[in-house]
């Protein structure tokens, strides 16, 4: 996709080299996004009571749905550092702010990195005139590269959709690919929208998308201190309003759902060591929040993340996972496939060359998980990936 089709009225980007994990380092790890005009902004944090100091300015920011500029790092968290964090993320928005001629308040910071190590903040606001020089419609793909981790590439997506006044178009960016887990995302993601559409609907719609998307997504069961996902829409004396009636709205709410979902998807696909994407699928249930219950426990469950791994069919795994997942039913009624191979049937194990069969699916780089607990009519699917020599070595040198 080139790089003019990021190109959204009314947000502008850049991005420079920092050197913040690294002082000698020149990868670009400094983003700014900006908007012409104070954009309507709503957005989710982490649930993990260790929040970093950026989670907590964002989160006041929120509650004034409004903003105008995201400054967003690499490298480091700024994650239990005390008061000095929140004081250096503070110093850090100002002088973006100062740059580009805003309130200090529109300025929303969020950071991705080590934890519990100070931000290099000499460093960082000496690249923040460049920063904010650099700034252009063109450089979407830029400050998706200078957000990621351990990522292996930038994840983004793009929705243009015809409403009644216009065209709505919805861009995405986000990292993530380790310490990642519902509750809500475990990454960071911007989603920018080219009209204006009032706060409470866009909350609406966005915690909606968040709980069918990045809430259904784990690569190693680890929520960091630092999730962030945030929404800005209508960034221009131009933008024009979400109407409201039932056809555009509909719209706008599948286009916001599927712009969430390709960045959920992307972000288990590059999960730290990950070769294979699994979606677990979870029938029969007695309500939705069981069916979650029993999709996250298999997907997040390393016995069984390994044998995806080594394309091992192996059931038992599967059904042990299901069984302590807190949910009631029944297993000698429970039906269980891999890809479109059934294993068990009414809680008998299928006769036949079924694993043969079952481990050709699991040689895919994608394949499903599926069972019908057949206590309800309930279901729910989780997004994860396998667990591989490489995630034990990515996260035992992460520090270095």
Known sequence: MSIDKFEIEGFRFSAVGAGIKHADSDRLDLALIASERPAITVGVTTTNLVCAAPVTITRECLQRGISQALLINSGNANAYTGDSGLADALFLTKSVADRLGIAHELVVPMSTGVIGQPLPVDRMNAKIPELAGLISPSAFLDAASAILTTDTFPKTALVEKRLSNGTLKIVGMAKGAGMMAPNMATMLAVVLVNMRVEESYLRKVFVQANSLTFNRITVDGDTSTNDTAIVMSGGSDQSKELLDNDTDR?????????????LARQIVKDGEGATKVVEVKVFGAPDEVSAAMVSRR?????????AFHGEDPNWGRIVCAAGSAGVKFDPSRIDL??????????????????????????????????????TGSAHATMLTCDLSEEYVAINADYRS
């Open 250 to 262: 509909d719209l706008f709410s599948q286009g916001i759902l599927s712009v969430c979902a390709n």
């Open 298 to 306: 298999i997907a997040e469950s390393p016995l069984v993340k390994t």
């Open 337 to 374: 496939w891999i890809g479109s191979v059934q294993i068990v049937k009414s809680g008998i194990l299928e006769v036949g060359d079924w694993e043969a069969r079952a481990k050709q699916e699991m040689r895919l780089p994608e394949f499903s998980v599926s069972i019908d607990l057949k």
